[in-house]
């Protein structure tokens, strides 16, 4: 294989999603054992919103949540910080190689507004139930934490009314169609895609220079680059978002990116099953209303703002400004939750057990019973296509059978 095919076939095509999904799993396992935690963003958006309100001038001391989540610190001194921040890089670098950078407005003020409140819908219900798609979900149940199996079926049930909303004729936009005088000449793009593909090398590598430095400085930090690196890269070639994977079940049938997940999931489990093993403690929170209440809100809320958490991040590096507005509404949506903590969480969440599958029912058993629950999903994934597919053609035909 030459450079330019390997070029081609895996810096400048799209992945396929399942491998990618899966790969993405298995490196968020190593990244909970180099690291310590789990693979997640939204509480460190929560902290860079607390951040701005210190610099605003608000005193935070006593705010209860930021005493769960933590303050200490800056991005650049945090786990979490690091991470995202390679992700960024990560996703920007790959839309770069694949020339997939172009600034794009919404088309219509209402999509604004869907951004922006579906942004902070999702936002609040994500750290109400103390995870987003990635921590109270895709590295929530491999940390076996009961909360995640409850914040992901009120996610599902979140997304059909969310997808319900979204199809209101208020949200249906006209297609606008645009006359062009002429076409871009083809010397101009090819001479653009190359150009950019050596920025997004020169970043690329340039991150990788400096996490790997920052190995020998500071060992977590350096691994949490990386591996934010990695899993940007993974995102945006394969152009995982979570909010697709729901909304298209119940509104077009396709299951792929659903079955991909599920598999990535799968891939995870084993994986951080062994840290936990040798001795790290797995990330188990309340197992409360706080993630029922906090699921359905989220579930509600990507599908309306078009984009969870992982999806707005790809999507925005690669010109997209709907989802500069999705990012802004989480940022606000999880500090408002911050706000009002102290009022809600004795009654939703911190006076519920916080329950570990793995203890509760034994290292083995809890490893069984999440690996039946993942096959009990995948079951219900594949019967649902079935049912959908098998709904639309008796549909046709009794249309058909109509009009003749």
């Known amino acids: 294989m030459t450079w330019q095919d390997f070029k081609h076939q895996y810096l400048v095509r799209f992945w396929s999603p399942v491998p990618a999904v899966i790969a993405a799993g298995v490196l968020s396992a190593y990244y909970f054992g180099l690291t310590g935690t789990f693979w997640a963003v939204t509480g460190e958006f929560t902290r860079w919103g607390g951040h701005v309100l210190q610099f605003l001038g608000v005193d935070l001391s006593n705010w209860g ?22 992700m960024f890089v990560g996703c920007f670098s790959a839309a770069l190689w ?20 579906g942004g902070i819908i999702a936002g609040f219900g994500a750290r109400l139930a103390m995870g987003c798609n990635l921590a109270a979900f895709f590295t929530g149940i491999p940390q076996f934490s009961l909360h995640a199996w409850f914040f992901a079926i009120a996610t599902a049930i979140g997304s059909l ?35 950019r593909f050596r920025i997004g090398m020169a970043l690329f590598l340039g991150f990788v220079v400096w996490a790997v430095a920052k190995i020998f400085d500071a060992p977590k930090l350096g691994f949490a680059a990386l591996f934010g690196l990695m899993f940007g890269l993974i995102i945006e070639r394969a152009q995982v978002c979570f909010t697709s994977a729901f909304r298209d079940l119940w509104i ?6 659903a079955k991909a997940i599920i598999f990535g999931m799968a891939a995870g489990t084993i994986g951080v099953y062994s840290y936990v093993q040798l001795g790290l403690d797995p990330k188990i929170f309340w197992a409360g209303p706080n993630a029922v209440i906090g699921g359905l809100l989220f579930g509600f809320g990507i599908v309306l703002a078009g984009g969870c958490e992982t999806g707005w991040m790809y999507r925005a590096v690669e010109g997209q400004v709907h989802y500069w507005w999705v990012g802004l509404g989480n940022v606000i949506g999880s500090t408002l939750l911050a706000l009002v903590w102290d ?30 629950m993942l096959g009990v999903s995948l079951a219900l994934v594949i019967w649902w296509e079935k049912h959908f597919f098998a709904k639309k053609a008796r549909q046709a035909a009794a249309l058909q059978q109509a009009t003749v």
Do not use: C
Not at 344 to 372: E, H, M, R, S
């Open 65 to 86: 949540y930021f005493k769960v989540i933590g303050l200490e610190g800056t991005p650049l001194t945090r786990v979490d910080g690091v991470m995202i921040i390679g």
């Open 98 to 117: 694949a020339n997939n950078v172009k600034l794009r407005l919404p088309n219509h003020r209402i999509r604004v507004f869907q951004a922006i409140v």
């Open 161 to 195: 009314a969310g997808a319900k909303v979204s199809l209101l004729p208020i949200f249906r936009i006209p297609v606008k169609l645009q006359k062009v005088s002429a076409a871009q000449p083809l010397s101009s793009r090819e001479a653009q895609a190359k150009r």
């Open 252 to 257: 077009t049938g396709r299951t792929q990116m």
């Open 343 to 372: 009022d809600l969480a004795p009654a939703i969440a911190i006076n519920y057990d916080k329950v570990n599958l793995l203890k509760t029912l034994g290292p083995q058993g809890g490893l069984v019973i999440t690996y039946v």
